[in-house]
């Protein structure tokens, strides 16, 4: 057991990197045990990923232009569509490399708006929307928005800060974080950052009435800025890297900044794959991977997750959209190797930050 392990409960790096799961191989070779990228353990996992059955079933039902389920709208129906395949990939380490990964990323660039964010739909899917609201309308004897004005007001506001910072994410996993395009995203969301370090989602309608920022939409820009080579982070990014941690940090990652600091929402203390929006291992991972695991603003959080560790030294899959995704991942209730190697990088990460004696006294 190399050092940081020993706070562990047992040892589950034999469990993590058995021949049966290749994406969860890689990655904890990698993220846990240190081999270099072109390792040849490394770069023999990285070419069987591709082949794993449950990346194999995702890419069955790719369609020949790239997308998933309908070519207009990528966001819904929720998990099954382009978006959301392309997020799993990300995390599953597929690479630009692959022709699959390409076709499904051109195809979403395609609904990516002309300000940087991305949409839930592009022209021909509002138009569409458009046509079930001129038909109510009309029954209503009601006049309806002039069609242009209204398509372009809607694809606007689609935009959507806590999916456009999901989609970074993944392009930037992918290998397209020096793509100008996805420059261009990074770039809106820090623009569009709220003044408490927080973001709005979505973005547009939540800042008429919403000043104070949003979980959801708050930890996947930070997830993609973190995601970032460091040296690749522009000054601006940085410091909203830096806002933005800061948010999370005052609220101690659950809580709220007032009313006692009562947990905000009870979910986010259950562990999910795949991390599509926000609970407290994923807080605890975008913190760390900011450069905060010496915070002992983190320090409850930490205590929740070690509390939830096995005997085995493993963590339960507590929270997953189940039979609503292309394919299930792992099982809901099962020890899951994707949240124990997520768990594993925090407590690496604390440890080699703080030192043993640190940790040890969580």
């Known amino acids: 057991m190399t050092d940081w392990t020993k706070v562990l409960k047992g040892d589950p790096l034999k469990w993590l990197t058995s ?11 990698i993220h846990l045990l240190d081999y270099s990228t072109d390792h040849p353990d490394v770069l023999e996992m990285r070419g069987l990923i591709s082949s794993d059955p449950k990346v194999a079933r995702i890419l069955s039902k790719q369609s020949r232009d790239g997308h998933w389920e309908s ?18 990939l990300g995390m599953l380490g597929l690479e630009r490399s692959n022709l699959n990964v390409e076709r499904a990323v051109e195809h979403v660039f395609q609904f990516q708006h002309e300000k940087g964010g991305f949409a839930e739909y592009g022209e021909a899917g509002a138009r569409r929307k458009y046509q079930r609201m001129k038909e109510k309308l009309l029954k209503k004897g009601q006049k309806p928005p002039t069609e242009d004005q209204w398509t372009q007001e809607k694809v606007h ?72 080579p460091a040296n690749d982070r522009p000054p601006d990014m940085i410091d909203s890297l830096d806002a933005g941690v800061e948010f999370l940090l005052m609220h101690r990652l659950f809580r709220a900044d007032h009313h006692g600091f ?36 983190i320090d409850e959080a930490l205590r929740i997750l070690l509390d939830k560790q096995l005997a085995d030294g493993s963590w339960i899959l507590e929270s997953s959209p189940i039979g609503r995704m292309q394919t299930n991942l792992e099982q809901k209730g099962r020890p899951s190797k994707w949240v124990t190697l997520e768990a594993l990088r925090v407590v690496k990460s604390v440890y080699e930050t703080r030192g043993a004696f640190e940790l040890d006294r969580l």
Request: proline content about 5%; overall charge neutral; some cysteine.
């Open 71 to 88: 070519s207009t709208e990528p966001y819904k129906p929720k998990y099954k569509s382009s978006y959301w395949q392309v997020m799993i």
């Open 157 to 228: 506001d689609s935009q959507l800060t806590c999916l456009t910072g999901n989609v970074c994410l993944a392009l930037v996993r992918l290998g397209y974080g020096s793509d100008r395009r996805v420059k261009r995203a990074l770039r809106w969301l820090v623009n569009v950052q709220n003044e408490d370090g927080g973001w709005l989602c979505p973005y547009w309608g939540a800042h008429k009435d919403d000043r104070h920022g949003c979980f959801m939409g708050t930890i996947t820009p930070l997830d993609a800025f973190s995601e970032m």
């Open 19 to 29: 021949a049966d799961n290749p994406p969860v191989r890689y990655q904890t070779l």
């Open 262 to 297: 009562k947990v905000i929402n009870e979910s986010w203390l259950e562990l999910g794959f795949p991390q599509f929006f926000y609970d407290l291992l994923r807080g605890l991972s975008v913190v760390c991977k900011a450069g905060y695991a010496d915070d002992e603003r």
